[in-house]
Nanobody
């Protein structure tokens, strides 16, 4: 059974930082691209950042220079370090795993940034 379990969300003031974690099980973590998406209230889910099995990364323009994605293949963990948070970063953050046509989602963790 595939499980992606996010943690680390919470309430933070603008300008603050949070570190999200996603623990993966039931998949061959080393061959999956891992990503973070987010969904703000009333909006569609959007891409935030991705990291390939060989640690190549990409981020959306809205978070470049503020967020960093990383992974620990030995521990089946992926992280999202979020700095200089803004109220517009508020939303539910989802962990995403993909290999070939196999796609998996976590349940999400809430991030709220107050002004």
């Amino acid at each position: 059974q595939v499980q992606l379990v996010e943690s680390g969300g919470g309430l933070v003031q603008a300008g603050g930082s949070l570190r999200l974690s996603c623990a993966a099980s039931g998949i061959d973590f080393n061959i999956h691209s891992m990503s973070w998406y987010r969904q703000a209230p009333g909006k569609q889910r959007e891409f935030v950042a991705t990291i390939s099995p060989l640690h190549r990364t990409d981020q959306s323009d809205s978070v470049k220079g503020r967020f960093a994605i990383s992974r620990d293949n030995a521990k089946n963990l992926v992280y999202l370090q979020m700095d200089s948070l803004k109220p517009g970063d508020t939303g539910v953050y989802y962990c995403h795993a993909e290999f070939a046509r196999n796609v998996y989602w976590g349940q999400g963790t809430q991030v709220t940034v107050s002004s």
